[in-house]
Structure formats: structure tokens, C-alpha cells
């Protein structure tokens, strides 16, 4: 049984910073490409950011492109968000998932097979 579980968010003042990490278990994690997603209330779930199996390439979506930094370690099975510079539009329930089809460059949702239950990152102004 595949899981997926996402830790590291909370309530943070706008300028800060957080770290969300997410432990897989129950698949080979280094023969999947993961990412992060988020989604506001009210709104659809959007791409944050990828990396490929091995991390050798990552993408991140233009909303976070130089405040947001994925990563992973194949040896704990986990992959990382580093979320620095937040602000209030970054408040959403933030999700990790695992997937082997298509790029690390498309971003789409259909490509992911996995999904972890989400976090939630609150931004205050």
C-alpha cells in the first residue's frame, strides 16, 4: 500500500519561511518523479513544483521561482519543500505527489498516481 504523508506546515507571518517534508512508503521512491501542489479554498489544485527521480533535474511553477526550492533524498524516501519569502496568496493545503508518466517539466496533475492527504500552510499578513 502506497502512502504518502506530508509534514512541516503551519501558521507563519508573511517573510517567513517553512519546510514541508513528505515520507513515502510502500513504493520504490526512487523510480518516481514527485512533486507539490497546492490548493486554496475556493480555487483549483495548481503545480508548485517537480523533481525527477534521481533530483538531477527539478521545476518550479513561475508564482514560486526563486522562494521555493524542491529536493529529495532517495535514502529516506522523502522529498522536500523549502518555502522561504511566503506571503498570504502562498496560503493553501499544500500535497505531494508520486508519478512515472510524462515530464518533470509538464506540471500537469493527470501524471501523478499517488497523493499524499495534504498539510496546511497559512500565511499572515
Known amino acids: 500500500q502506497v502512502q504518502l504523508v506530508e509534514s512541516g506546515g503551519g501558521l507563519v507571518q508573511a517573510g517567513g519561511s517553512l519546510r514541508l517534508s513528505c515520507a513515502a512508503s510502500?513504493?520504490?521512491?526512487?523510480?518516481?518523479?514527485m512533486g507539490w501542489f497546492r490548493q486554496a479554498p475556493g480555487k483549483e489544485r495548481e503545480f508548485v513544483a517537480a523533481?525527477?527521480?534521481?533530483?538531477?533535474?527539478?521545476y518550479h511553477a513561475d508564482s514560486v521561482k526563486g522562494r521555493f526550492t524542491i529536493s529529495r533524498d532517495n535514502t529516506k524516501n522523502t522529498v522536500y519543500l523549502q518555502m522561504n519569502s511566503l506571503k498570504p496568496e502562498d496560503t493553501a493545503v499544500y500535497y505531494c505527489?508520486?508519478?512515472?508518466?510524462?515530464?518533470?517539466?509538464?506540471?500537469?496533475?493527470?501524471?501523478?498516481?499517488?497523493w499524499g492527504q495534504g498539510t496546511q500552510v497559512t500565511v499572515s499578513s
Open positions: 510502500g513504493l520504490t521512491f526512487s523510480g518516481y518523479r
Open positions: 505527489a508520486a508519478g512515472r508518466r510524462g515530464s518533470v517539466y509538464s506540471g500537469a496533475i493527470g501524471e501523478y498516481d499517488y
Open positions: 523533481i525527477s527521480w534521481s533530483g538531477g533535474a527539478t
